[in-house]
């Protein structure tokens, strides 16, 4: 890397924090949240900042054909900021964007319930019959905790201080 990546690398450092911004090399994914969170990437050509940077979504919740729009436009903004330093003009021109490109309402819902569903019959375990007896000890007849099931005692706790 040359002294000019080294220092849009030291300055991205001190703006976004790590779950904002993951590195690998010189390949960039940011998390921007405007309502919904969008994944995107940048990667720095080896002669960056004397050639564009190139960027991509990689948000798979995106159709298609709105993310080749989107990339192609802000390919054509990043080659605008050819000889500078971009990562950061980047960013920000798809922050400020994002309400124009109507993201939120483009996600693919089908796959993302999917998603949900395949994690939420994952955790559904079978609990043993001595599980359950604990669970049901402190219930009454209408399956509501029993009044003070969270109290403790107050002297023994006193004397443990």
């Known amino acids: ?17 790590e779950t ?5 090399n010189r390949v960039f994914e940011f ?13 720095w ?21 709105l993310r080749k729009t989107i990339e192609s436009e802000v390919n054509a903004f990043a080659e605008s900021l050819t000889g500078s330093a971009g990562t950061f003009t980047v960013v920000d021109y798809v922050k ?10 483009e996600f693919n819902i089908e796959a993302q319930d999917y ?3 395949s994690v939420s019959e994952a955790k559904k375990t079978q609990l ?12 009454d007849a209408n399956g509501e905790k029993l009044r003070g099931w969270d109290w403790i005692d107050i002297i023994s706790h006193l004397s443990k201080t």
Not at 1 to 15: C, D, K, P
Not at 31 to 43: A, R
């Open 31 to 43: 998390t921007l949240s405007e309502g919904e969170s969008l994944k995107i990437q940048i990667i």
């Open 20 to 24: 904002e911004m993951q590195r690998d």
């Open 96 to 105: 400020e964007n994002l309400p124009r490109w109507n993201l939120p309402e």
């Open 115 to 117: 998603t949900e569903e």
């Open 128 to 139: 043993t019959k001595s599980q359950k007896r604990k669970m049901y000890k402190n219930l």
């Open 1 to 17: 890397m040359n002294n000019e990546q080294l220092e849009e690398l030291e300055a991205l450092g001190y703006i976004f924090t």
């Open 45 to 65: 050509p080896e002669s960056y900042p004397e050639c564009a940077l190139l960027f991509s979504i990689i948000d798979y919740r995106v159709r298609s054909s």
